[in-house]
Structure formats: C-alpha cells, structure tokens
C-alpha cells in the first residue's frame, strides 16, 4: 500500500524559497501522476501543480506560474515542488496526491508552508 508524506514547510519570509518533498513509501510511485493542492485557512482546497508518470507534461496554476517547479525522481520515489519569490497569499498547507487509474486516489498528512515577515 503507497502511502505519501511529505516534508520541507515552514517559516519563510517574503520573497524566499522553499522546497517541499513528497516520498513514498510502500510501493513505487513511477506509475501514478502526481500533483500538489494546497488549502489556506477558511478556503477550498485548490491544485497548484501536477505531473504525468515521467514529468513529460506538467500544469501549474495561474498563481504559481513561473515561480513554481514540480519535478519528481522516480529512483528516488519522491516528488519535489521547489517554490520561489513566496507571497504571503502563498500561506496554506500543502499536500502531496498521486493518482493511478483503476488505483484508490492517495494523499499526504500535509506541510505548512507559512510566507510572513
């Protein structure tokens, strides 16, 4: 069973950079699509960025384009959303999701990210 967790959150202040990581564990995760969603207090969980099975396609939100990376290393097990030039609005927690057809949907417990000075 795959299971996501997910690490790098934390305080940064405008402006800055950090990088989220999402390992799983229990299975390999080269065939599913992967994905970020974030949810801020009191709003909708929304997606900031997926990738296919090699990262041959990859979307972003509005938001976080050109600010944003997903990239994803398949040896490694692990997906990566380096985020640069943070906003405060990009205060919320954000989770890993990987998607396989015919597969049941997997999330991550979540990681703060909080951008304030």
């Known amino acids: 069973q795959l299971q996501l967790v997910e690490s790098g959150g934390g305080l940064v202040q405008p402006g800055g950079s950090l990088r989220l990581s999402c390992a799983a564990a229990g299975s390999s995760l080269d065939r599913y699509a992967v994905a970020w969603f974030r949810q801020a207090p009191g709003k909708e969980r929304e997606g900031v960025s997926c990738?296919?099975?090699?990262?041959?396609?990859?979307n972003y939100a509005d938001s976080v384009k050109g600010r944003f990376t997903i990239s994803r290393d398949n040896a490694k097990n692990t997906v990566y959303l380096q985020m640069n030039s943070l906003k405060p609005e990009d205060t919320a927690v954000y989770y890993c999701?990987?998607?396989?057809?015919?597969?049941?949907?997997?999330w991550g417990q979540g990681t703060q990210v909080t951008v304030s000075s």
């Open positions: 990738a296919t099975t090699r990262s041959d396609v990859t």
């Open positions: 999701y990987a998607q396989r057809p015919g597969w049941r949907d997997l």
